[in-house]
């Protein structure tokens, strides 16, 4: 389903589009999209028999809790069983609702057999409003799962995720629930070899249609990747709320600490033909048919450019360093706060259960590890101007019940009488993230299971 405006299934920059010199505009036009990007969702059905129109219009119309303007439209797959466009309050285009059979699926690229098992699936698209893309993600999200309470699971077509019932229940449906701009985009990290210091690739899929450049981390060491995936997640989720600076120069992603966005032309052209991002690796994706690699796209580097005889853009290692050793404070607007606020408090029993086994370790390096690999962010000073806060990472020093005895890590800039090395009690609430520094892992809100795992194997006991 497309809508008249929408591109046709050829990725930007693919063959008819030149994308091998670099952006020549210095200003923020060279980050515009060449047309508009749609997202589309597909929820699995798990009937035997398919879903009809009316019933679809019915229940979108209980949600809504009025009758919604619904018309007939063009079937333009011979698959489709029926087509409607429906005007949704508080969605800014026309949402286009069909239904057909499901594509054969193999069940291990789906996260809960049910929905393998579904025979009809209900599809939903429509343009998200830029400036309006997080909240009318999380409205039609909420809407789809929440109306047809049926549906086994929902699969995002634009970064390809799959959200299992259980999920959607409690990332869109919840009370507490709120929008979490990371959903609109996945991440996807590439190496050559598994080796810590392989050169890797970071990329998003799923900013397009935001209307924003999809963002890369280029050449960087593979061990500084999970360090690299959060500052993309900052950068993504500012770039939501302000758009982004001209190419090449500073952008501030927190107090004295800036990056620069630059033009994937302008990395690519000095990059060896084998590693990720290379104009030879962009060139071997377009034609097996991923054509997005030669985009739209801003690379993430230092402010400044690197080098003694020829000076280049590289990959920001003071920053990600930084992060790494707990340093770093970066901005976080006030929607992005109050999602992975709400992450971290729902998984802080883990956190804290964490802790606990370390502490209580017979292992002494292992124990050793509850007085600096455990930190919790909170906010300090006010919140700006633009409607930023400095976040400040501090380290744990010990739990009492729901509240964290903790020491910040760096030098704040906006909370005045604040200092580094200050002893402050946080309880829960005030939380607003939660990080694992282990030997060989980072690991947050949305990797507890994970972290719960890791912590046996230190401990001897997987």
Known sequence: ??????????????????????????????????????????GFWPHRDPPSAEEV???????VGREVKAEPADLDDENMLWAMVVEIPGVTSPVVFWAEPALPTDPSQLPDPAMAACKWVIGMQTV?????????????????????????????????R????????????????????????????????????????????????????????????????QAAAILVNHVASLLLESPPPPPFEPMEVGPDTSVALV???????????????????????????????TGVRAVI?????????????????????RMEDGRAVLFASERSAAATERRAQRTWPAFATAFASVRRSERPEVAALAGTAFHVQSGVGAVDAEDRREQGWFIVKGFDHDVVEAALSEEP??????????VVRIPRTDVTDWRVILPDEMFGPDRSGALLEAIDRLRGYA
């Open 301 to 321: 580097c230092s402010p400044e450019q690197r080098g003694q005889f020829r000076k280049v853009w590289a990959w920001p290692k003071e920053t990600l360093e």
């Open 413 to 422: 800039v906006t909370a005045e009488g604040m200092h580094a090395g200050d």
């Open 128 to 160: 998200l409003e830029p400036g309006e893309a997080s909240e009318e993600f999380f409205h039609l999200m909420a809407m789809l799962s929440g109306a047809i309470p049926d549906l086994a699971g929902v699969l995002d077509v634009a970064n390809a």
């Open 1 to 42: 389903m497309q809508f008249p405006d929408e591109p046709s299934d050829a990725a930007p920059g693919g063959d008819d589009q030149p994308a091998r010199e670099p952006l020549a505009s210095p200003g923020t036009a060279a980050w515009e999209q060449p047309s508009v990007s749609a997202s589309a969702w597909v």
């Open 162 to 225: 799959r959200w299992p019932r259980k999920e959607l229940e409690e990332q869109f449906l919840a009370a507490d629930a709120v929008p979490n701009d990371e959903y609109l985009w996945t991440i996807t990290a590439v190496a050559d070899r598994e080796d810590d210091d392989a050169p890797m690739m970071l990329f998003t899929t799923g900013l397009a249609r935001c209307g924003l450049p999809e963002l890369e981390v280029l050449e960087f060491p593979s061990r500084h990747s």
């Open 57 to 63: 219009g019915r229940s979108i119309a209980g949600w």
């Open 263 to 293: 033009p994937w032309q302008s990395c690519a052209q000095f990059m060896d033909e084998g590693t990720p991002g290379s104009n030879a690796f962009r060139d071997i994706a377009a034609k097996h048919g991923d054509g997005a690699l």
